[in-house]
């Protein structure tokens, strides 16, 4: 809808080849949050959870980034900027779009919760209604993605979101 012709406004300003990597790697988190809210409203939880895993991600990467700065205000002798990053991450994880992702994704896992997918009985019949060359194709398509999901779940830092 438009969250297509947003991603592709906000693609402009970025470098040719990878747009989607480069808004990501430039740590959009406006851009981000507004995708995953869309998402969510439009009922793609995928997405949307995606989106706000990501912008957790950043801020991750942020207090990550901290180690490189104690060696380096060590080295330049920063005194001042070396206390005015301690501050920042003092109150990192109180600033405002950390807390409307964790909410975000919150929210998709209470959604998902609640409306659980088929029950595995279902789930069965459908598929045994099937014919076995595509009962094989769906099953490895199942444990592809279970391998999937728990790939991102071991990537991101979903316990952080609590902390």
């Not at 592709?8 to 747009?19: C, E, M, N, P």
């Not at 990597?21 to 409203?41: F, I, K, T, V, W």
């Not at 005015?84 to 992702?101: I, T, V």
């Amino acid at each position: 809808m438009k969250v297509g012709l947003a991603e592709k406004t906000a693609v402009l300003f970025t470098k040719d080849g990878d747009q989607h990597n480069n808004l990501h790697d430039m740590q959009c988190l406006r851009y981000e949050l507004a995708s995953g809210e869309s998402y969510y409203r439009q009922g793609d939880l995928g997405r949307a959870l995606k989106n706000f895993l990501a912008v957790e991600k950043h801020y991750a990467d942020m207090t990550e980034d901290q180690f490189d700065f104690h060696s380096y205000c060590l080295r330049k002798m920063t005194l001042r900027a070396y206390v005015s990053m301690l501050k920042f991450q003092d109150r990192l994880h109180a600033h405002e779009y950390f807390h409307k992702a964790a909410a975000g994704a919150c929210r998709c896992y209470m959604k998902l919760h609640d409306s659980p997918t088929k029950s595995s009985k279902e789930e069965n019949d459908e598929i045994s209604k099937l014919p076995p060359a595509q009962r094989k194709k769906l099953r490895q398509k199942q444990k592809k993605a279970e391998a999937r999901a728990k790939r991102v779940i071991s990537d991101t830092h979903i316990g952080s979101l609590f902390t």
